[in-house]
């Protein structure tokens, strides 16, 4: 019988803790796009798509991703984050 008790590389249940300040400076420059307006591969995305992870908020007691977008500024916490964006890789942009 194991029990698992570092969940540190489990990403579905490490989502669940807040960001370490680690983790979400790590990010930080990682182009994104919302989940919501992700395109079929081969597909280029436009550049009101496209937002900059720029900035880190540390609001009671949790650490938060700040997201530029064209035309607006979201913060994400980390449960946000993996639910409703995605990082994007070269081949992608």
Do not use: H, W
């Not at 698992?4 to 803790?17: E, P, Q, S």
């Not at 009101?48 to 540390?58: D, M, P």
């Not at 500024?73 to 946000?80: C, D, G, H, P, V």
């Amino acid at each position: 019988m194991g029990i698992r008790i570092n969940t540190k590389n489990d990403l579905l249940i490490d989502i669940m803790n807040p960001f370490t300040l680690e983790e979400a400076v790590s990010l930080i420059y990682c182009a994104a796009v919302l989940k919501k307006d992700e395109l079929q591969p081969g597909k280029k995305y436009s550049i009101k798509q496209i937002g900059s992870i720029c900035g880190v908020l540390a609001l009671n007691d949790q650490i938060e991703i700040v997201i530029k977008f064209y035309d607006e500024m979201r913060q994400f916490t980390k449960e946000e984050f993996y639910a409703q964006v995605k990082i994007l890789e070269d081949q992608d942009k």
